[in-house]
């Protein structure tokens, strides 16, 4: 799929220049993008300075998500299919929401597929049950509850016993987007996760599955550039994994844009 960009180019000049956010996966295998949501207390501030300004990291980091996920549904005639015939639970881009903990969408583990028929209503219900009483994000930044939910949902999805099983080799690429404004405090383990992954022609390989990841940093400052540079020392080691820094970028389209671009398999 070609993404063309139409959006103006807006931030700080410590943005992540736009040329150096180029296709991920041109290959001829089959790309399962996912999402890892960050929904940490400090996802309420403002995304450019003044302090306590409008839009928030959050309104900017949601809208951008339902944008990203439009491209993914038109490379999905699974999904289309399911949608028209009035199932908007299914299909979409999966999503795996968190603060402290994991957060799951819909009940259980098992519902976070979002899509266009299903964003508002599946999005409106999860801010009421996990945000504050006056709606805004609450906790910190640890991701790894959500990754392993997420490992769990792809193995049982394409592994043995699951519902599409298939061979290693035919499995889809896993397209890991992280949507964040701040700095892992689990990061010792999540370094300790990407150690299970051999770097190979652009993709961490497991013995499951191939992946590679990508960051969308969204904020502003000293703690959205300390974010940037802890992924970038990480890439360091693991360069299957690409952080982006949208610095002072409240613009939603232009976010979505740049991820889709990124995400989107080429040749699709």
């Given at each position: 799929?070609?993404?063309?960009?139409?959006?103006?180019t807006t931030g700080?000049p410590e943005?992540t220049?736009?040329?150096?956010?180029?296709?991920?996966?041109t290959g001829?295998?089959g790309v399962?993008?996912?999402?890892?949501l960050?929904c940490?207390?400090?996802?309420?501030?403002?995304?450019?300075?003044?302090?306590?300004s409008?839009p928030?990291r959050?309104?900017v980091q949601?809208?951008?998500?339902r944008?990203?996920?439009?491209p993914?549904?038109?490379?999905?005639?699974?999904?289309?299919?399911e949608?028209s015939g009035?199932?908007?639970?299914?299909g979409?881009?999966y999503f795996?929401?968190?603060?402290n903990?994991f957060?799951p969408i819909g009940?259980?583990?098992d519902d976070?597929?979002?899509?266009s028929?299903n964003f508002?209503a599946k999005?409106s219900?999860?801010v009421k049950?996990?945000f504050?009483?006056?709606?805004q994000p609450?906790?910190g930044t640890t991701i790894?509850?959500a990754?392993r939910?997420?490992?769990?949902?792809?193995l049982?999805?394409?592994?043995p016993g699951g519902?599409?099983?298939?061979p290693?080799?035919?499995r889809?690429?896993?397209?890991?987007t992280?949507?964040t404004d701040?700095?892992?405090?689990?990061?010792?383990?999540?370094?300790?996760y990407?150690?299970?992954?051999?770097p190979?022609?652009?993709l961490g390989?497991?013995?499951?599955?191939?992946?590679?990841?990508?960051?969308a940093?969204?904020?502003?400052?000293e703690?959205?550039?300390a974010?940037y540079?802890q992924?970038l020392?990480?890439?360091?080691?693991?360069?299957?994994?690409?952080p982006y820094?949208?610095?002072?970028?409240?613009n939603p389209?232009?976010?979505?844009?740049?991820m889709a671009?990124?995400?989107a398999?080429s040749?699709?």
């Amino acid at each position: 799929m070609r993404i063309e960009r139409t959006e103006p180019t807006t931030g700080t000049p410590e943005r992540t220049r736009r040329e150096e956010i180029v296709p991920l996966f041109t290959g001829t295998r089959g790309v399962e993008p996912e999402g890892y949501l960050d929904c940490s207390q400090s996802e309420g501030w403002e995304v450019a300075p003044p302090e306590n300004s409008k839009p928030s990291r959050w309104e900017v980091q949601i809208e951008a998500v339902r944008q990203f996920i439009v491209p993914f549904e038109v490379l999905d005639s699974e999904a289309a299919k399911e949608q028209s015939g009035g199932d908007d639970e299914k299909g979409g881009v999966y999503f795996y929401p968190f603060n402290n903990n994991f957060l799951p969408i819909g009940a259980g583990d098992d519902d976070g597929d979002l899509n266009s028929s299903n964003f508002d209503a599946k999005i409106s219900a999860f801010v009421k049950k996990y945000f504050d009483a006056s709606g805004q994000p609450r906790g910190g930044t640890t991701i790894m509850a959500a990754i392993r939910a997420g490992d769990k949902h792809y193995l049982g999805e394409f592994g043995p016993g699951g519902e599409n099983e298939m061979p290693r080799e035919q499995r889809p690429i896993r397209a890991r987007t992280v949507w964040t404004d701040g700095e892992l405090t689990d990061v010792d383990a999540f370094v300790h996760y990407l150690e299970a992954a051999t770097p190979s022609q652009g993709l961490g390989s497991r013995q499951e599955w191939d992946e590679a990841w990508a960051v969308a940093i969204i904020g502003h400052g000293e703690a959205a550039g300390a974010a940037y540079r802890q992924y970038l020392t990480i890439a360091q080691t693991y360069p299957f994994v690409h952080p982006y820094l949208f610095d002072q970028v409240s613009n939603p389209a232009e976010i979505a844009e740049d991820m889709a671009i990124a995400v989107a398999p080429s040749n699709a």
